[in-house]
């Protein structure tokens, strides 16, 4: 069975140190990917090029693309502490240490990053290109975007915001790239295509993500909060999670959308709290036709109180129709907290208008 992964590498920097009594060893946690290799090297016999053909063949787009962004592109590490309990020795603490990506926003140091990258973080350190490493401090996340930013200071010479584009115009078939530190190495560049807009995935609290966008460009541990880029060098998603049986690279990579990004980076840079549109209910496909099919309600929710019911085929929110359950979830996010729509529904072969006022989404 396939499953989504988040991309932030973790290893152990230390022995665990103990919270209970009777602690006999220290435990140290696996890493979660890596890399080898062989010691023994081909060798390869290249027949030699004219220097004015090389020139010609040395830069292309995608190399001036590199050069162009890779310099915005930053490798975070995370340290931070967690506590297990085996039930035998007690309450356990362990110092690992995670590595993700991220990006320069602004000149004033802003990087955007994934949330889950920095997720119990006791110290975050940024490396730019030429090695010059900063400590960052956390600006403010959001989970339900799986969205955080984090700021450096005293380094105004290393910053070089990239791009930002759109993510409302992406079709699959054009070509994307990523940059990040899969598997711990910096400056890497990946390519492939938009393979899907519009997918749904699940966020570090286990609320939906619409919009993402599929990408078959490879990306792996380590990629977490990297840019995913268009043909013109523009960020147009974050890349997050991935879908493997392997829990390495398998082609299908998702990136947050760029849009949804800049509202949380803008939104916790200027000190707010980030508000996402609640209704309270689960859902999937209709069982026939077209439509999100309501199979449970939260009692006390919004939906709830408005009256939708289970069984409920929702067909319209407004004027917008409907098709599946990403449509639905991708309406819903389009709102704010006690905004108001009417939803049309289908229940026991009848068509009802109901409407619904959204909450506040609980943490």
């Not at 969205?147 to 993510?167: Q, Y």
């Not at 609290?205 to 013109?232: E, F, K, M, R, V």
Request: proline content about 4%.
């Amino acid at each position: 069975m396939n499953r989504t992964t988040t991309l932030r590498r973790i290893a152990p920097i230390a022995a665990a140190l103990a919270l209970g009594a009777g602690v006999g060893a220290g435990v140290y946690a696996g890493v979660s990917g890596g890399s080898s290799g062989s010691s023994a090297k081909d060798t390869t016999v290249v027949a030699s090029v004219p220097a004015q053909t090389a020139a010609a063949t040395a830069t292309t787009s995608l190399t001036q693309i590199y050069k162009d962004d890779a310099p915005g592109v930053v490798d975070i590490t995370v340290d931070s502490t967690q506590t297990s309990d085996n039930g035998f020795f007690g309450p356990q603490s362990q110092q690992t240490q995670a590595e993700g990506s991220g990006f320069v926003y602004d000149k004033d140091g802003h990087i955007v990053t994934n949330a889950h990258v920095v997720d119990g973080a006791t110290a975050i350190k940024v490396r730019f290109q030429d090695g010059t490493t900063a400590k960052a401090t956390l600006v403010g996340k959001d989970e339900g975007t799986d969205i955080a930013v984090i700021k450096v200071d005293g380094v105004a010479s290393e910053l070089h915001p990239l791009p930002i584009g759109t993510s409302s115009n992406v079709l699959p078939g054009q070509e994307v790239l990523a940059i990040g530190s899969p598997f711990g190495l910096p400056e890497t560049m990946t390519a492939g295509i938009i393979s899907a807009v519009n997918r749904t995935i699940t966020a570090p609290n286990q609320y939906s993500i619409s919009g993402a966008i599929q990408t078959d460009a490879a990306i792996n541990h380590g990629n977490s909060g990297g840019p995913l880029l268009n043909s013109s060098g523009q960020v147009i998603g974050v890349n997050a999670q991935i879908e493997s049986n392997s829990n390495d690279n398998a082609g299908v990579g998702f990136a947050i959308p760029i849009d949804a990004v800049k509202d949380v980076a803008n939104t916790v840079i200027g000190g707010k709290t980030v508000q996402h549109a609640y209704l309270g209910v689960t859902i999937a496909d209709a069982s026939s036709g077209a439509g999100a099919q309501i199979e449970t309600v939260k009692s006390g929710s919004p939906a709830d109180t408005a009256g939708l019911k289970i069984g409920d085929v929702v067909t319209k929110i407004g004027d917008h129709s409907v098709e599946n359950a990403d449509d639905l979830t991708a309406l819903v996010s389009s709102y704010k907290p006690g905004d108001k729509a009417t939803f049309t529904v289908t229940r026991d072969g009848a068509t009802k208008t109901i409407d619904v006022t959204f909450g506040q989404r609980p943490s």
